[in-house]
């Protein structure tokens, strides 16, 4: 579990075991940058199935599945039951999907919410058609309640993105009806309707943030909408900033083994001016509905790649809808064009999956723990994925699909239960088994630059945060035995000092979170992996330290 993932699901324990399920807790101290809702949902899956990681990604395993499932029903609705599935199936097998779903983390959460309030906000307000009228108001209690869901889940946005979406999509159909006698009926309806589903949201949403003002007073308010919310999207003060052009190959990677088939877009777009008045309402909206959200977050100063899940869901049905056309349609008639365009994406999926194989068996150095033998099958899986998807592109294309959701199964099994397979514990396990047999009740230990947030989740119990090598050598000067979590490199600095140092033990592991394609390519276990020491002011209680080693200044 990494460090951004450690912050909820150690939240959640401290819920549990401290009973406190109004103001999220980490590390003993209050925890105001997210909403409160994964916290519940992490800690009631610790109710039913006890502490662990995997209860702790059960919400985005559940987000995950939900949203593969609106994604089919957004699909079915608007483009038929053929293009649903396959919509479903590239949601569901796509490793920007995959990767977040194994997460503790709320983003995936939060594009679930989004995209079944956008999608039933859309229905409601802008499709509403003599179908949809007996059954509106249900649709708009879905999108009020969705949209709490994701307020409650990362606060304003999730109201933002929907609203930025659907807001100019109804102002314009009502707009068109200006020159009819129905105008004022429509345009009254809508502040009807808008207002019930406003009420819906902040029904089940406000509560809570009373609840947080009541007890923490109006600095909450201060430290959450502006801190968090404000200065994230408008300054680098939680991110470094990125370029404007990001997030672009940030949503062909998320989408990938299905990106390559953006190359099916390329004649339509070409063709679009001369087919305007062809274009089908709903492809509208799908289509401002994927442009908005990269929009917004492209202007944004603080970039992540996983803010952008909710735009993949409108490109999957996109996607799955040319795949549909240049394999199924006009009745199955082969056309050159057609054939040259399938057999380019597929040839260029598997060659992606082939090349991935590569450089994971090229990366083994960086996995010490790992079996040679799993990742030579991982890799063997992969390269055998690429070769299948590329030859099916050119001898059966009609079966491309079905190939490309085996390729990714098999390619995402490969990955995650052979390469990364571990013999035994992770390393920062490894190390919380050491503090936890090393430090006696009440002993405090501090943590300087590594682990940065996880170890608490590991260890059960709070440390101290250090924040320069100076309050190292402070801490551990002091007169009661104390522990320490330091890098190897750093304690190179803190020996320098003159305090005495006693080495408990070390681990090494690879940083995921700095993890790029120049590590694939160039790995250099030096460089990429990182020394952990636990160190002490005093020897072993026990009469002997675990390694032995006691280094003071020359």
């Keep these: 579990m990494d460090s951004d993932e450690a912050f909820y699901a150690e939240a959640a324990r401290e819920m549990v075991e401290g009973g406190g399920w109004v103001t999220p807790l980490y590390n003993g101290e209050f925890r105001f940058e997210k909403p409160v809702l994964y916290y519940w949902l992490a800690a009631l899956a610790y109710l039913v199935v006890g502490v662990s990681e995997s209860a702790a990604r059960f919400p985005s395993a559940l987000a995950g599945l939900v949203l593969v499932l609106t994604t089919f ?67 708009l209690v879905a999108a009020g309640s969705a949209l709490a869901g994701a307020f409650l889940t990362k606060g304003p946005i999730g109201i933002a993105l929907p609203a930025m979406v659907v807001g100019p999509l109804v102002l314009f ?62 300054t680098a003060r939680y991110n470094d900033p990125r370029p404007v052009w990001y997030y672009l190959p940030i949503v062909i990677a998320g989408l990938l083994p299905w990106s390559p088939f953006m190359l099916l877009w390329c ?12 274009i089908r309402p709903v492809n509208v909206w799908l289509a401002v509905w994927a442009a908005v959200p990269i929009l917004f977050f492209s202007v944004s100063i603080g970039k992540q790649p996983r803010y952008i899940l909710p735009v993949l869901p409108p490109l999957a049905i996109f ?22 365009l399938t057999t380019a994406a597929s040839a260029l999926s598997g060659t992606v999956l082939c090349v991935f194989g590569v450089l994971v068996y090229r990366a083994q150095t960086l996995l010490p723990d790992s079996s040679s033998v799993g990742v030579l099958l991982g890799m063997g899986g992969l390269v055998t994925s690429g070769v299948v998807v590329i030859l099916v592109g050119v001898v059966r294309r009609n079966l491309v699909p079905v190939a490309l959701v085996a390729a990714a199964v098999v390619s995402v099994l490969s990955v995650q239960y052979v390469v990364l397979s571990r013999v035994g514990p992770e390393p920062v396990e490894v190390l919380a088994a050491l503090i936890r047999e090393a430090k006696p009740a009440g002993m405090p230990y501090g943590r300087y630059r590594v682990f940065v947030r996880n170890l608490v989740f590991y260890t059960g119990r709070p440390h101290v945060e250090l924040s320069s090598t100076e309050q190292v050598v402070s801490f551990l000067r002091s007169s009661e035995r104390v522990l320490g979590v330091v890098d190897e490199d750093d304690l190179v600095q803190v020996r320098a000092s003159g305090v005495a140092v006693y080495e408990l033990g070390r681990v090494s592991y690879l940083n995921t979170g700095s993890l790029n394609l120049g590590t694939l390519l160039r790995p250099n276990p030096e460089d990429d992996l990182r020394t952990v020491i636990l160190v002490s002011n005093q020897p072993s209680t026990s009469g002997a330290d675990l390694t032995g080693e006691r280094s003071d200044a020359d």
């Design 173 to 234: 159909r009502v707009w068109s009806t200006r020159t009819t006698p129905s105008f004022r009926q429509e345009l009254s309806r809508l502040v009807v309707d808008v207002a019930f589903l406003a009420g819906v949201c902040l029904l089940l949403a406000l509560p809570w943030f009373a609840v947080m003002t009541t007890v923490h007073g109006v600095d909450y308010l201060d430290r959450f909408f502006i801190g968090e919310n404000l200065q994230r999207f408008a």
């Design 267 to 278: 004649r339509p777009l070409l063709r679009l001016g001369r087919r305007l008045q062809q």
């Design 73 to 139: 029903a957004c699909a079915r609705r608007w483009h038929g039951e053929p293009t649903a599935l396959l919509a479903g199936a590239i949601t569901a097998t796509s490793f920007g999907y995959v990767a977040v779903a194994r997460q503790a983390l709320p983003d995936l959460l939060l594009a679930c919410f989004v995209t079944l309030g956008t999608w039933a906000a859309l229905v409601a307000l802008v499709e509403c058609d003599a179908e949809v009228r007996p059954t509106k108001r249900w649709w």
């Design 319 to 340: 996607l799955a809808l040319s795949i549909g056309r240049h394999l199924w349609s006009a009745g199955n008639v082969s056309l050159p064009h057609r054939d040259r």
